[in-house]
């Protein structure tokens, strides 16, 4: 019985025994009648032996001896516990209060928990604050029933106030007939991956059959609709339990869990493997330092898999029970030591299956430290200005219930969330998807995709493909092209504005501009297929993120992100030779044109300069309005036309 010892160690604590083998001397029993003590023993002995329908009867013959003894009434709450009848334990904890209401502050407790567990916080909170209203209350209960009136508070207040809700199964064709849960889905929506109870032909000592957890993985159909979800097979997939997976938003990595194996460092730890081709390399431990002697767990992963959150229990730097670490990995490849993210996530409790969304800056949880509605909640949380996190909020009712709520995901657009639920009308667990009211949303994310090629001789090519934020040149996503079909997939976060960068060794740059501040429709991706042209004399690039004000030529900071590239192309090349060339529209005369154009190119020779680039390599060259390379006929024509580029003149 697995809660056995809980409720025994209940009964020590209320009548102050000092061992199950010698605990129920008749003296200190609620009753002087011998035969009702003799059939509650003879009750007590079929229950540690396992045999429920004995111990049932016999408490029952017992109380029949006497109706105001107490000990059965205990005995019986733990059976109800461990069989999860909720409601018949607190049938016998209220028959232990009507018999005597100042038996055991704890009596108390024990039936609010319950109440809790089937949502009847009203009552709940009542019992609660009797509880506490005793002096002679214990330290732990009175600790515990005071964290647990909050949930009550919450709960109650929560079902008053329900947030929009309205889940609907996302259907036969992938969903199984056994339990499916932990969905994860790339930024696109057109992958979803998720883990599946399987029944294996092992048999348990109980005769039950052994359940094996493996991933399925489903494809989006042009009208939308899923395809028939399959196992994913080998690699992935082992005679193992692989489970908890997190597919990174460019569809290009995979984390996951697993436990007890040879190679483990701890009970649970997380594996990784990453997409080639059309094909999953075979799954790696991810070692130390995310991987220690405890247990790591419920991975993470940002858009482009540079930065990985997970659940841990039991490290030096543990707030209490299990929490949530973030680490990044480094420029070689490895992975930084794991953050604890402090106080304002974690509690002294647990805090576990976090999702970060692709916007880098909102976390979803699960914990049962903050105030919920019971168990396990679903938060989330926000990354401030500051590197700090805001206070959890919980998503509310009816997304959080009585019982355990975790596994929520949020696609990139943000209004579309996905779990796992056996709630009425499943098969088992099956996987439900649900808009997501407006409060509880991310920032919403769009992302471009396409193919980086050589120009040449069209080869498929590995790049690094960067994307900056021009406003503080930080980066947002950085991640390599496939390097068999050279697709990549960028996630950009609406309300900024972006500098996209796609180089390679031996090749020149490529440069361009994403602007999504005020944009409000983010449903259409962007598709880019970006050409890479071998470094060669002749070969120009448009410089599409340096910007200047209107007739001046002041570098704008926003610049600042483009002219690092830059900077880092010639720090690589020290062979190359380039011409800088100022260009502008035809408004205005070719004499003004000409010394705004000489300007502008010798305001990012300067800087270059002023960086540490030798001037010798430098040459600097304003063209007017002379090279168009648009009509100037129309706005969009000449905001082509007003453009930076340079020009390789020289290869040694």
């Given at each position: 019985m697995?809660?056995k ?25 609620t ?5 009702a003590?003799?059939?509650f023993?003879?009750?007590?002995g ?9 111990t049932r ?16 009434y ?10 999860q ?16 209401p ?8 024990l039936v ?8 009847n916080y ?27 009136i909050?949930?009550?508070s ?23 007939e056994?339990?499916d849960?932990?969905?994860?889905l ?36 042009e009208?939308g ?18 489970g ?20 483990d ?10 997409k ?14 995310i ?5 790591e767990?419920?991975?993470s992963p940002?858009?482009?898999?540079r930065?990985?959150?997970l ?7 543990s ?6 670490y973030?680490?990044k ?20 409790r647990?805090?576990?299956?976090p ?5 880098g ?10 105030p ?11 990354l ?5 996190w ?28 996905l ?55 930080e ?5 390599k ?7 990549y ?12 960068n796609?180089?390679k ?33 002749g ?15 002041n ?6 992100a483009e ?8 720090n690589?090349n020290k ?13 205005g005369?070719?004499?003004?044109n ?11 020779f ?5 960086n540490?680039i ?6 600097y060259k ?12 129309t706005?969009?024509?000449r ?14």
């Open positions: 697995n809660n010892k809980y409720y025994i160690l209940i009964i020590v604590l209320l009548v102050m025994f000092s061992g199950v083998e010698t605990c129920f001397s008749q003296e200190k029993y009753t002087s009648n011998k035969k003590i003799a059939l023993e003879t009750a007590l079929y229950y540690n032996q396992g045999d429920i329908a004995n009867n016999y408490i029952q013959s017992a109380l029949e001896k006497d109706p105001n003894f107490i000990e059965p205990l005995l019986l709450a733990d059976i109800e516990n461990e069989l009848h909720f409601d018949k334990e607190i049938e016998a904890f209220s028959k232990i209060i009507k018999i005597n100042d038996y055991n502050p704890k009596i108390y407790y609010a928990k319950s109440e809790m567990k089937i949502g009203s009552d709940a909170e009542i019992h609660l604050y009797k509880c506490l209203s005793y002096d002679d209350v214990d330290k732990e209960t009175d600790s515990l029933a005071t964290i647990l909050k949930n009550a919450f709960g109650a207040k929560a079902i008053k106030n329900p947030v929009p809700f309205n889940p609907i199964n996302i259907g036969n064709y992938v969903n199984t056994f339990k849960y932990w969905p994860s790339t930024a696109d929506e057109n992958t979803m991956m998720f883990t599946v109870q399987l029944p294996t032909k092992n048999r348990l000592p109980n005769g039950k059959t052994q359940m094996q957890e493996d991933f399925f993985i489903t494809y989006k159909n009208d609709s899923w395809s028939p979800s399959n196992n994913a097979g080998p690699p992935l997939n082992t005679d193992d339990n692989e908890a997976q997190a597919i990174s938003a460019n569809a290009q990595f995979l984390f996951y869990t697993a436990c007890n194996r040879k190679e460092f701890g009970s649970c730890d997380i594996y990784f493997s990453e080639i081709g059309n094909k999953w390399t075979t799954p790696k431990n991810i070692g130390p330092p991987n220690t002697n405890h247990w767990s419920n991975p940002s858009s482009d898999g930065i990985l959150f659940a841990s229990g039991g490290r030096t730097d707030k209490g029970g299990r929490d949530i973030m680490c990995k480094n420029e070689d490849g490895k992975w930084s030591e794991p953050v604890n993210l402090g106080d304002s996530i974690n509690t002294s647990n805090e576990y299956a999702f970060i969304h692709p916007d800056k909102t976390l979803y949880f699960s914990s049962d430290g903050w919920g509605m019971g168990g396990q909640d679903i938060f989330y949380s926000k401030k200005d500051d590197s700090t805001s206070t959890p909020k919980n998503i509310g009712y009816p997304i959080n219930t009585f019982v355990d709520d975790f596994g929520l995901i949020v696609n990139a657009h943000g209004n579309l969330a779990y796992s639920s056996n709630r009425k009308g499943s098969r088992d667990w099956d996987i439900y998807q649900f808009e997501l009211y407006n409060e509880a949303r991310p920032t919403p994310v769009n992302w471009v995709s396409g193919i980086v090629y050589d120009k040449i001789t069209k080869e498929k090519l590995e790049a690094n493909v960067e994307m900056l934020e021009l406003e503080t040149s980066t947002v996503t950085c991640m092209s496939d390097p068999f079909t050279g697709s997939l960028a996630c950009i976060p609406t309300e900024k504005n972006y500098a996209l796609v180089s060794s031996g090749y020149v740059f490529y440069s361009d501009n994403f602007s999504l501040q005020g944009v409000t429709d983010f449903t259409k991706p962007y598709k880019l297929d970006v050409p890479l042209t071998p470094i060669q004399v070969v120009s690039v448009v410089l599409k993120n340096i910007f200047f004000d209107t007739d001046l030529f570098l704008k900071p926003e610049s600042k002219l690092s590239i830059l900077i880092t192309f010639m690589d062979n190359v030779k380039i011409e800088i060339g100022g260009h502008t529209d035809n408004v005369s070719q004499e003004h000409l010394k705004l154009s000489q300007n502008r190119a010798k305001a990012v300067d800087y270059l300069v002023a540490g030798n001037s010798s390599r430098l040459s304003g063209y007017s309005f002379s090279k168009p390379i648009s009509t100037n006929e706005e969009t024509g905001a082509l036309n007003r453009r930076t580029e340079f020009i390789v003149t020289e290869v040694k």
